[in-house]
Every structure is written in C-alpha cells, then in structure tokens.
C-alpha cells in the first residue's frame, strides 16, 4: 500500500491560488506549473524505506542505524569552521578531472551514501528515481528533472581520484557553520565535541553572520552539495537560479524541514526555497530497490545535458 505523506514544511507550497493559465500562483509571485497528473496519479509517497522503515528514521535499532549515528558523530565533530575553508579553497582550484555530467553519474556506480538510513543502492539509481518521479508530475520543468539527475553527483569526492575524502565530508545533513549549531541538526548532542561548539565568536545565533545576509554569504558543512554547486557555477551552467539553490542546499534538512535558520536568507532564497520544498519530496521519496532502465532514459537527459551544460567540465 502507497499513502501521500505530506511534509510540514509542504504546507507552504500547497498554499496556491490558480491564475488564468491553470498555473500555480505561490505568494510571492512564482508560478509553479499544475501537474501533469490528476491528484490520484500524482506521485505517491511510499509508506516505508527499502528497509521496511519509516523514512529519516535515526532512532531505530539496526546495524545499518548504528554506521549512521557513528557518521553523524565523526561529521558533527569534524565540520568547523576552518576545516570548510580549507575544503573550499582545495576544491575551489577544480583540477580534479575534465568529464562530462553523463561520465559523472556513471562513477557514481561506485557510490554508497552510508549517511543514508533508507537506502544502500548506487547513487545513479537514486538519481534517475528521482528524475523520472518529477518528469513524470512535471513534465514541462526540464530544468528540474536536471536539477534532480544531477544534485548529488558531488558524491565523486569520495573517491580515490577526487581526493577520497571520508564520508563525513561528502554527505550527511548539512548545515551553517559560524554560527550556532540548532538543535533540529540530527544527532545534536554531538556538536558538544565541536571546537566551534565553545567558541563565542560561532556559538551564537548569528555568529559571524547578519540577519537576513543571505545563504550565498554562509559557509555551509562541506560536502557534495558545496561541491556539485561550485562545478555548476564555475563551468557557465545556465541552470535557472531555482535550481543552482536546489543544488547547494538539497541537504540542508534543518532549512526546508525543520524550518530553522531563516532569520540568514534574503528574499531571493525565500522563493527559491518554494522549488526545493517541491523536489524534497521526490529526493526523498522516490528512493527505491526497482531500478530505472538507464539506457532507455539516457538520451532525453543527454539532450538536457547539452542544454544546461558544456560538454566537458572542470571538476
């Protein structure tokens, strides 16, 4: 059995009034379009996880719980402020490789999110789930079923060739750093071992930071999303602005989940906020143990890679 589960943080973007082209109005002016589908058509939410679980469940016991709480101590320990600039400044230089986005979600064959309490499949497949779950109630954003092929490829940076850097520097939960670490961050308790934690310059609700500064001013914990973002905008992708920010803050939970950390956006991220709203359901949701036919789907996302992207980029 399938239900539709319903986010808190959705009842933002349900908030909609319909203008004369059957378009979806959020306040604030962005027109979202009307799915494709009927309600009873529309994406479905599963019930439980590939394991037989409630989603973004971090308390259940279970060996594979056990790896995650170890990989949300080691990374709450780990990301302070010094380290992301460190990683900022090496990754910055994108002389990693030069390949193609398509090269990308093919090493990603190669990658296992061990931050992930509801799937242990290789990333490709959780990419091309979720594209296909908004290509099929969106089938007129192609930039969106990019957005969604290509949100985690960052993940490379696990491997050898990209720096292998450990698994609590390239996926997780991300979240500000400077400033203090709220207590909607999974597995809170754990910041206590942070330097940053005691340092009054960063322990503070602003921190280094101004109220409503914006999220591009704010250093985030490292990881593929800083990294996926960086490779977009340094190689000229002409994503629309919606989709760079769905890119860079897809694992902030704390922002488009728990709702914290909004006294930091502008208005730009405010209304750029609305679109991740509408693809977490799908970057969550979607995963699953049935497989998408790479091949049969390869060349309607090559043609979107073309559209959006050079044909080969710095890494």
């Known amino acids: 059995m ?65 790896s995650v709480e170890e ?16 990683m900022r400044a090496e990754y910055g ?39 296909e779950a908004i290509r099929k109630d969106y089938p007129n954003e192609d930039w969106l079923h990019l957005t969604a092929l290509i949100h985690d490829l960052g993940k490379v940076i696990t491997l050898p060739q990209f720096g292998g850097l450990p698994q609590w520097a390239t996926v997780g939960d991300t979240f500000p750093v400077g400033c203090a670490f709220d207590e909607s961050n999974v597995h809170h308790k754990y910041f206590l071992e942070n330097p940053d934690f005691h340092n009054q310059a960063y322990n503070t609700k ?19 999303d800083d990294y996926m973002y960086l490779v977009a905008k340094e190689n000229g992708s002409t994503l629309p602005s919606a989709g760079q920010f769905i890119i860079r803050y897809h694992s902030f939970y704390p922002l488009h989940t728990a709702g914290e950390y909004t006294h930091l956006m502008n208005e730009e991220d405010k209304e750029n906020l609305k679109w991740l709203h509408v693809f977490n359901k799908y970057d969550l949701y979607s995963k699953s143990k049935v497989h998408v036919d790479v091949e049969k789907v390869k060349p309607y996302y ?11 980029l710095r890494w």
């Open 2 to 66: 399938t239900i539709s589960i319903e986010k808190p943080m959705f009842e933002e973007v349900s908030t909609f009034r319909k203008n004369e082209t059957e378009e979806l109005e959020l306040d604030g002016g962005i027109f979202i379009p009307k799915m494709a589908n009927d309600d009873d058509e529309a994406f479905l939410a599963p019930e439980m996880n590939a394991f037989g679980r409630q989603f973004r469940d971090y308390d259940a016991e279970s060996e594979r719980q056990k």
């Open 71 to 86: 990989f949300y101590r080691l990374q709450h320990i780990n990301q302070t402020v010094d380290f992301v600039k460190n």
């Open 93 to 131: 230089k994108l002389d990693k490789k030069v390949m193609s986005i398509w090269e990308c979600c093919e090493l990603l064959n190669d990658v296992v999110d061990e931050s992930d309490p509801d799937l242990d499949e290789p990333q490709i497949q959780h990419l091309l789930q979720s594209a």
């Open 206 to 224: 602003n921190g280094i930071y101004t109220e409503g500064c914006g999220l591009n001013n704010v250093m985030m914990s490292w990881g593929h």
């Open 302 to 312: 090559m043609s979107l890679i073309r559209k959006y992207f050079p044909d080969n």
